[in-house]
């Protein structure tokens, strides 16, 4: 009914009009870039000067200065496994719309095939399910609300077959996804579309590790090097006027022992929320942190340390806290180490 959202904007504005102040700017968002860059700095770890890039992308957002004809941004997050890509997605999800599964996510590598195009697109005119319009598609979630952007997310992009890449063109292009039964439209004129793809991530391991050795030990890595490697391995898989149509492009950088402990504190403060329904808290010993620090991978990242907080250190607790209902204090030993379980407040 285009006169009631006609009058619906019409209203908006006068409102807007009268709680803004004379001489203000005004912009109908009302996430604060600044914060968002504070809590993403503290939670994603080791990637300060890539989530400095994406806060300008923030800033220009809030300030209403995109084109009304295409999404407000379009980002690609690269790097390898377990440096928070996903997670910085679902912090700006949690942050803006206060929830991390207020997003519409499609995992990409459940597109494999080419036929799997219509999953997305709806199923052509002739075909079952043409006339019902289904999509993998959240509209609510990828149109947002007035003051809010909507947030997409393609996660592992690399792995979807060419045709499901081709059929996002249109959508990054003009913002605008009509399914081929038209009858019903998608508008991504409000939404942030972010994409995620570990390309390139193998040959970049392997140019760095050549400074890990012999004479090349006294250089570093050159940058101008690392992002050549990207593009090319993303120009090999995506076709031009994909890559032409991401407004940023971000690389994530491998997480090294020495962010082992910071990586450490992320996971158990997740476990810390959870102990805390059960009025439990849990305190563990210097020793106890550097053994589930000591075998950290950097090929798996942050999801190295959250498996052995998963299968190793949760179920220590957990019997300890069945074995001990009504203790005040225990100790639980840990792989011959000391950790303290305390019922909470």
């Known amino acids: 009914m285009p006169f009631i959202n006609d009058q619906l904007e019409a209203n908006r504005r006068v409102i807007a009009e009268k709680e803004t102040p004379k001489?203000?700017?005004?912009?109908?968002?009302?996430?604060?870039?600044?914060?968002l860059s504070r809590v993403l700095k503290k939670r994603i770890v080791g990637q300060d000067e890539t989530l400095q890039r994406l806060d300008s992308l923030l800033q220009v957002v809030r300030a209403d200065l995109g084109s009304k004809d295409r999404p407000l941004g379009v980002c690609l997050l690269m790097g390898p496994t377990g440096v928070g890509k996903t997670e910085t997605?679902?912090?700006?999800?949690?942050?803006i719309h206060g929830s991390r599964q207020a997003l519409c996510r499609i995992d990409m590598n459940t597109l494999g095939q080419e036929h799997y195009a219509s999953a997305l697109t709806g199923a052509p005119p002739g075909y079952v399910g043409s006339k019902e319009g289904h999509t993998l598609f959240d509209a609510d979630k990828i149109q947002g609300s007035y003051s809010k952007p909507g947030i997409v997310l393609f996660d592992e992009l690399e792995k979807a077959s060419p045709e499901v890449i081709r059929s996002l063109l249109n959508v990054l292009d003009s913002g605008v996804l009509t399914l081929p039964s038209g009858n019903r439209t998608i508008h991504f004129h409000n939404t942030l579309i972010f994409m995620t793809s570990n390309l390139g991530a193998a040959e970049l391991l392997q140019y760095q590790n050549r400074f890990r050795r012999g004479w090349r030990k006294l250089l570093k890595?050159?940058?101008?090097?690392?992002s050549r490697?990207?593009?090319?391995?993303?120009?090999r898989r995506f076709d031009p006027e994909f890559v032409n149509r991401i407004d940023l492009i971000l690389q994530y950088q491998r997480l090294p022992a020495s962010e082992s402990a910071k990586l450490l504190d992320l996971e158990l403060e997740k476990l810390h929320r959870r102990l805390r329904d059960h009025h439990v808290e849990l305190e563990l010993t210097p020793a106890v942190r550097d053994f589930l620090c000591r075998d950290y991978d950097a090929r798996y990242g942050a999801r190295d340390?959250?498996?052995l907080v998963r299968h190793e250190l949760g179920p220590v607790v957990a019997r300890a806290m069945l074995a001990n209902p009504a203790a005040t204090e225990f100790v639980v030993d840990y792989t011959d180490l000391q950790l303290i379980v305390r019922p909470g407040a």
Not at 23 to 35: I, N, V, W, Y
Not at 229 to 235: F, G, P, S, V
């Open 221 to 226: 890595p050159r940058q101008a090097s690392e």
């Open 229 to 235: 490697i990207l593009d090319e391995a993303l120009n």
């Open 305 to 307: 340390l959250a498996r």
């Open 89 to 95: 997605v679902h912090i700006l999800s949690e942050l």
């Open 23 to 35: 001489g203000l700017r005004q912009t109908r968002f009302t996430f604060d870039p600044d914060h």
